[in-house]
């Protein structure tokens, strides 16, 4: 079966993956790593109008405000009641791989394999999908656990 429509008619809804649990590493530790792959920014509201969060990862702010990505190769991530920006260093994904540039094979190669040991995004316990954003409800009875949110562009989509 084929559809066809016009690209400004697509609404691309958030696919959100939420982690149980970092594989037996520290919050510390597993910032460690990601650092070894994205750029992290804390998404703390004293960061707004280009003030800079003065805390060490992990931040312990508490004037964190939610953080939708806003282009390619950029994801947010809520941890322990915080948000932070993610964007993936070039070089750590292949341009040229149609399949491996997608914002959702390089948060599955990069963290979810690499660093967390989630090999089956479809069988491992410790991560659940979920369409759409999470409820405020939600996000406040899991402030301790892992929420990745990515969105794919329309560009890759057509």
Request: proline share 3%; aromatic share 8%; with cysteine.
């Amino acid at each position: 079966m084929t559809v066809i429509f016009p690209d400004n008619q697509l609404n691309v809804i958030d696919y959100n993956r939420v982690v149980k649990d970092l594989n037996g590493l520290s919050t510390k530790d597993f910032f460690k790593a990601l650092q070894e792959s994205f750029d992290i920014e804390c998404k703390c509201d004293c960061t707004k109008d280009g003030g800079k969060c003065n805390c060490e990862f992990p931040c312990h702010c508490e004037c964190s405000t939610e953080y939708k990505p806003n282009k390619l190769h950029n994801f947010s991530m809520y941890i322990e009641g915080v948000w932070y920006s993610l964007t993936a260093k070039p070089g750590t994904y292949d341009d040229s791989d149609p399949i491996g540039v997608l914002d959702v094979t390089i948060l599955s190669n990069l963290v979810l394999d690499k660093i967390l040991g989630i090999k089956d995004l479809r069988t491992d316990k410790r991560i659940e999908g979920r369409l759409r954003a999470l409820s405020r409800e939600h996000e406040a009875d899991h402030r301790h656990r892992r929420h990745w949110q990515h969105h794919a562009s329309q560009d890759h989509l057509v």
